[in-house]
């Protein structure tokens, strides 16, 4: 299957018979380049507009790309052999690719799809939740995704021992807090003495809970298993408002997000004080190529001019409004000017 457009579809690496060589899919845990990550697409996107997305990546400044369904089993627009010859194009193209395991596995077909994630023997995996780690341990590589609660260095050291390569931190933890668990100057390692990268969320809307009930389905008024794909109609998830009529929260099926979309692209210098060496893009709908640019530039140009640059990304319909106050240990939905 061609999943990208002419200047990259048809490009595919070779596969590699041992699923543990597949660490070459990963810069070397040792590398000192800052890194950017788009994360998994979170939203229920056609097919099409799927495609097109990640035809733009390709020729992104992001180094690396998490692709997969993390949020919803129904959503099925794509599936895996889908998503592995898209991971191929990717690769081809330039860039590291994990698969990104579901984080909520509710059933044994949800079972079934984590376990072939370990099969397919060519790419890392981000883990969703410990069914993951515990299932896919020692037989691809794994990365520690933002959704798994570990919130100690002790935590950190003993997920550390299944040879993981990255942690994501989760969102609410402050830049000095992501510090003391993983500190540049000592960090956590590897069984092999490697040193564990800390990768941040640096752009998009938070991810607060995760359930069983589809909450964009209710707002319907229709059961979860007959939810018409509802999802569909929003790319960007659906707003809730306050009572007071202010931005609270997003609805994107069993997932609940901030309304508030985190950016932190004007920390550069407390990330890197902070030991964090790749930060974590969530896509949105609009103006996503944009802000990848905006954060090569600064992330890794030295630009110091973002607030000119979120600007522009509201001009280019990037959901706002943005904040800041959980790197900054405020509240979440706050935002404290660089």
Known sequence: M???????????????????????CLPLPGDDRPGLTVGPVLYYWPRRQLLDFYAEVAESPADTVVIGEVV????RELRLPDWLDLARDLAAAGKTVLLAAQVLI??????????HLGEQGRFAVEAGDA?????LAGRVPLQLGPH??????????????????RWVAPVELALEDIAAINPPDDPVRRPDGAALVTEAWAFGRVPLSFSARCFTARHHR?????????????????????SEQQPFL???????????LQCLLGDAVALRRAGV?????????????????????VWRGGADDSAARLQRWVALGVPGPFANGYARRLPGMVWSPA
Request: a negative charge; aromatic letters at 4%.
């Open 131 to 135: 069914s993951a780690l515990g299932l």
């Open 222 to 242: 229709l059961p979860k298993d007959a939810c018409e794909y509802r999802c569909l109609q929003d790319p960007d998830g659906l707003p809730m408002l306050s």
């Open 277 to 297: 060496r790749r930060l974590r893009l969530s896509p949105c709908a609009q103006g996503f190529a944009e802000v990848l640019r905006d954060f090569d530039a």
């Open 250 to 260: 997003v609805l994107n099926g069993t997932m609940t997000q901030s309304a508030a």
């Open 2 to 24: 061609n999943t990208l457009p002419p200047s990259t579809a048809g490009l595919t690496a070779g596969a590699v018979e041992d699923p543990l060589h597949a660490a070459a």
């Open 106 to 115: 509710e059933t044994e077909a949800d079972l079934r799809s984590l376990e």
């Open 148 to 165: 798994l609660n570990i919130y100690s260095r002790a935590a950190l050291a003993e997920h550390a021992d299944l040879g993981v390569t």
């Open 72 to 75: 919803c089993a129904r959503r």
